[in-house]
Structure formats: structure tokens, C-alpha cells
T-cell receptor, first 110, second 112 residues
Framework: TQLLEQSPQFLSIQEGENLTVYCNSS?????LQWYRQEPGEGPVLLVT?????EVKKLKRLTFQFGDARKDSSLHITAAQPGDTGLYLC??????????FGTGTSLTVIP | GAGVSQSPSNKVTEKGKDVELRCDPI?????LYWYRQSLGQGLEFLIY????????KSGLPSDRFSAERTGGSVSTLTIQRTQQEDSAVYLC??????????FGPGTRLTVL
């Protein structure tokens, strides 16, 4: 059983469409992070959300942390081919362990 | 400045052989993490180093896996008697403050 479940697992959309990726857990997290990973590279941190209900915007990307701090979402407006990649949510849990979600593979078709 | 580097970028080995994977973190980063990633999947935590404290080894999957960090800088992940299920990308990340991780490009390990 994964501590952080992401949905959908795969997403293929046309350029210009909007999309939302979800990250859910039955556990409370003190913070959650979102990363994007491109083939052959390590994940790159996009954002950290800390407060329940927090909303952060990064250009066309909007991140939200659930009120109960058990879930988060990533919304992309007007997706572009450069948004293609593997999106991962992650957060600290017990001790020093850092848990990553199951991942959402996004393909934006020109 | 230079990012996290890992070597080798690719490693092909035969079942039963030992392998060493190296990570050079960003200078000044006190924390270092190792993860394993299977094809297209999320990351599996392996081990965490913080300064001179004892490492958190709770994610290591078996006693064939070990890691050390010399002088608070370079880290080596060693896998003894490799098995085919060890095939994966091994990622290293360093962090200047808690949880803000900067990743290297990874080492792709293939065990034949």
C-alpha cells in the first residue's frame, strides 16, 4: 500500500487543454511537495505547500493543499508540450523518511 | 554552481556481482538522500544522512545494501551480490535545509 496515491497514473492531452492531478493519503502530512521529472533526469522541485487550505500559483500551475493536510492537487491551465513529464508529490512522514507518490505521467500533444 | 552529480550514469552487471554507486552532493549541503526508482514509478526511500548524525537506514531493502558518506560530502551506495530485482535507477539528492532536495541525474543499474 502506497502512502501517497496519485491519479490519474497516465494523462495524454492536447496542447491548450486544462488538467488536474491529485495526490491523496490517509495520513496527515506537515507539508507536501510537487516535483516534475523528465526522462533521464532527477526530479526538480516545483513547490512546497505547508498550510492546510494553502493555494500557490506558479505561472500556469496552481497547487492546493487540502484543509486536513491529507491531499493536494496540481492544476495546469492551457498545457504546453514543455509541461510533459512525470509529476510526483512527496512529503515527510515518520522520522527522516520522505515518501513519494506513485507518479502521474503527463504527455501534452502539440 | 555545480549540481548534484552521480557516477556512473549507467551500470550493467552480472547477477551476483557487487556494485558501487557514487554521489557528489552540492557543496555545503548537510543532508543527503538515496532513492530507488523503478521504470516510470515513484521514488522509494533508501537512506538519509544528516551531518555527523547516524544515518537513517530504515529504507534499505536488505542487508545487501549499504551506504556511507565520507567527510560529510561524497556518498557511496554499495549493493552486494546483485539480483535482477535490483535493476532500477538510483537517485541521490542533497539538501541545504530540511526537505528541500536537489536531485542528481541518477545511475541506471541493469543486472543481467
Amino acid at each position: 500500500t502506497q502512502l501517497l496515491e496519485q491519479s490519474p497514473q497516465f494523462l495524454s492531452i492536447q496542447e491548450g487543454e486544462n488538467l488536474t492531478v491529485y495526490c491523496n493519503s490517509s495520513s496527515v502530512f506537515s507539508s507536501l511537495q510537487w516535483y516534475r521529472q523528465e526522462p533521464g533526469e532527477g526530479p526538480v522541485l516545483l513547490v512546497t505547500v505547508v498550510t492546510g487550505g494553502e493555494v500557490k500559483k506558479l505561472k500556469r500551475l496552481t497547487f492546493q493543499f487540502g484543509d486536513a493536510r491529507k491531499d493536494s492537487s496540481l492544476h495546469i491551465t492551457a498545457a504546453q508540450p514543455g509541461d510533459t513529464g512525470l509529476y510526483l508529490c512527496a512529503g515527510p512522514h515518520t522520522g527522516n523518511q520522505f515518501y513519494f507518490g506513485t507518479g502521474t505521467s503527463l504527455t501534452v500533444i502539440p | 554552481g555545480a549540481g548534484v552529480s552521480q557516477s556512473p550514469s549507467n551500470k550493467v552487471t552480472e547477477k551476483g556481482k557487487d556494485v558501487e554507486l557514487r554521489c557528489d552532493p552540492i557543496s555545503g549541503h548537510t543532508a543527503l538522500y538515496w532513492y530507488r526508482q523503478s521504470l516510470g514509478q515513484g521514488l522509494e526511500f533508501l537512506i538519509y544522512f544528516q551531518g555527523n548524525s547516524a544515518p537513517d537506514k530504515s529504507g534499505l531493502p536488505s542487508d545487501r545494501f549499504s551506504a556511507e558518506r565520507t567527510g560529510g560530502s561524497v556518498s557511496t551506495l554499495t549493493i552486494q551480490r546483485t539480483q535482477q530485482e535490483d535493476s532500477a535507477v538510483y537517485l541521490c539528492a542533497s539538501s541545504p535545509i530540511i526537505h528541500e532536495q536537489f536531485f542528481g541525474p541518477g545511475t541506471r543499474l541493469t543486472v543481467l
